[in-house]
């Protein structure tokens, strides 16, 4: 079927192909029984916690239910339908987001109803006890710096350690999957800690004993991350771009490492209000907890050491007085 979602072409035509194979098939789903199905999307909210986009496949799935799902499990505090509104069930072929769970679960995960609480529990625990079993491999990485010099003097395959954290589960597996891709005969990539959210100190942690590089996707370090960071020398880099993450790794997995680009943080400040200017738009009233703000320099605007907005400081302002900088320990406002 000719199809455009950019312009609505073929759509019709595509639902009415669909319902005739279904029709033709017997392809028919059970509506009376405890839901199954499978994760789309997932990410972590900072008001609402674990949110998870599923598909029912079988069965409805109802507001209270116990579920497992991948790795985590829960009940099911609330449901929403697409457009953001609450909804009791959702039958077959039902998307829909969810709360309640332990924690975010990856996309691809099924999901399944169970009958209570502490079965939900046992099972998940089993199904996480089993894939750390399956990752218990002998990791003797390096470091991104150390890889060229140890293959120019002929040494056998190298391993690289990474741990990618990123802003929705979606990024993390994307990136997950074409990296460890990326191996060769003479390096083998390992991903050996991955997740949604900011960079936590446990991520830090487990980056500086395996010599791994940490990987940033649209989220930061935390202050306590950057401290474990900094005293052991862990190679830490962000990005906003999946293909340069990709590109990065893959000179280094070729053996040809090109120019390097690296981001490097001058300050960091602390929003304690906004203000509404009839002229500027909204001013950022903030103090400088760490180096110094410089005008025309690019920012991150960070909410729960995630990246919501990236642009440019137009304006600084010291009290009524446009400056170029402000340091440590001072307030302005930036626009």
């Not at 991955?194 to 487990?206: F, L, R």
């Amino acid at each position: 079927v000719e199809l455009s979602a950019k312009t609505g072409q073929g759509v019709d035509n595509l639902l009415d192909a669909i319902n005739l194979q279904a029709e033709v098939l017997e392809l028919k789903a059970v509506r009376d029984s405890r839901a199954t199905g499978v994760v789309i999307e997932s990410a972590l909210d900072k008001g609402r916690g674990p949110v998870a986009t599923v598909l029912v496949q079988q069965g409805t799935l109802r507001r209270g239910d116990y579920l497992v799902c991948g790795i985590q499990y829960g009940r099911v505090r609330a449901l929403f339908d697409e457009n953001g509104q609450q909804v009791e069930e959702a039958g077959p072929s039902i998307p829909v987001q969810l709360l309640g769970l332990s924690g975010v679960p990856d996309a691809g995960d099924d999901f399944v109803v169970v009958a209570d609480e502490r079965l939900a529990k046992d099972v998940a625990q089993q199904r996480d006890a089993k894939r750390r079993e399956s990752r218990l491999v002998a990791k003797a990485g390096n470091r991104m710096e150390d890889i060229m010099a140890q293959m120019g003097e002929g040494a056998a395959q190298q391993s690289l350690n990474l741990v990618v954290k990123a802003d929705v589960q979606g990024s993390v597996q994307a990136l997950r999957e074409a990296l460890v891709g990326l191996s060769n005969d003479q390096i083998r990539i390992n991903v050996i800690v991955s997740g949604v959210g900011g960079i936590t100190e446990s991520d830090a942690n487990a980056a500086a004993t395996a010599k791994a590089t940490i990987i940033g996707f649209n989220v930061r370090a935390d202050a306590s991350a950057r401290k474990v960071i900094e005293g052991n020398g862990v190679d830490l880099r962000y990005f906003s771009i999946i293909y340069d993450v990709i590109d990065q790794v893959k000179q280094i997995a070729s053996g040809v490492l090109g120019k390097e680009i690296r981001e490097e943080i001058i300050g960091t400040a602390e929003v304690m209000e906004v203000f509404r200017h009839s002229k500027f738009g909204s001013i950022a009233g903030s103090r400088v907890v760490e180096g110094m703000i410089r005008r025309g320099k690019p920012i991150r605007v960070l909410r729960d050491d995630t990246v919501i907005f990236s642009g440019e400081l137009d304006s600084l302002r010291r009290f009524k007085e446009n400056v170029d900088e402000v340091r440590n320990g001072t307030e302005c406002g930036m626009g």
